[in-house]
C-alpha cells in the first residue's frame, strides 16, 4: 500500500482521494471513521442516579445481561445505554472486539491469552478478570492480534 500526503495550494479545500483494486469491509470502516471525525473517545455510563463520560481507553470489556449492557473498567462497573452491535460499530475498529454473543473487549486491556477445551480461548486482563472467548470468534481475536494464522 502506498500513501501519498500532498499540501493544498493557496484556496484548494483539503481532499482525500482512495483508489483501491476491491473496496474491502476494512477500506469502507476506515473511510467512515475518516468521514465522521475520528472514533468517539469517550462514553456515557450510568451508576445509580449519576452519569459518568466514561474515557472509552480506560474500558476493559462490555457485557450483555437481561437485556442490559455494562461497561467494564479497572475496578467499577456502570450501565451502558447502548446495544453491543451499537458498541461494535462505534469502537470496533480501533481496539475493541467482539468475543462472544455477550461481550466485546479492549484488546489492549488483554495481559495473556489461554487456549480453553472446544477451541475457545480465556483472555486474562489486566484487571484480574477472565472472559471466555467463543470458537467463532477466536480467528477475528487472532486476526485482530496479529498471531496465528
Not at 452491535?85 to 475493541?96: D, P, Q, R
Not at 477472565?130 to 470468534?137: A, E, K, N, Q
Request: aromatic content about 8%.
Amino acid at each position: 500500500m502506498k500513501i501519498t500526503i500532498l499540501t493544498p495550494e493557496p484556496g484548494e479545500e483539503d481532499e482525500i482521494i482512495v483508489k483501491v483494486k476491491d473496496l474491502s469491509d476494512d477500506t469502507l470502516s476506515l473511510l467512515r471513521r475518516l468521514k465522521e471525525g475520528g472514533e468517539k473517545d469517550s462514553i456515557a455510563g450510568y451508576t445509580g442516579e449519576s452519569i459518568v463520560m466514561l474515557p472509552v481507553a480506560e474500558i476493559f470489556y462490555f457485557d450483555a445481561v437481561d437485556n442490559k449492557v455494562f461497561s467494564y473498567t479497572k475496578d467499577k462497573c456502570f450501565e451502558v445505554k447502548k446495544k453491543l452491535f451499537e458498541i461494535e460499530e462505534e469502537y470496533g475498529n480501533a481496539s475493541f472486539i467482539r468475543v462472544s454473543k455477550n461481550a466485546i473487549v479492549n484488546i489492549r486491556k488483554i495481559e495473556r491469552l489461554v487456549p480453553e477445551f472446544n477451541g475457545r480461548l480465556e483472555a486474562k486482563l489486566k484487571n484480574g478478570e477472565s472472559i471466555i472467548i467463543s470458537r467463532g470468534y477466536v480467528p477475528q481475536l487472532k486476526n485482530k492480534l496479529g498471531i496465528g494464522k
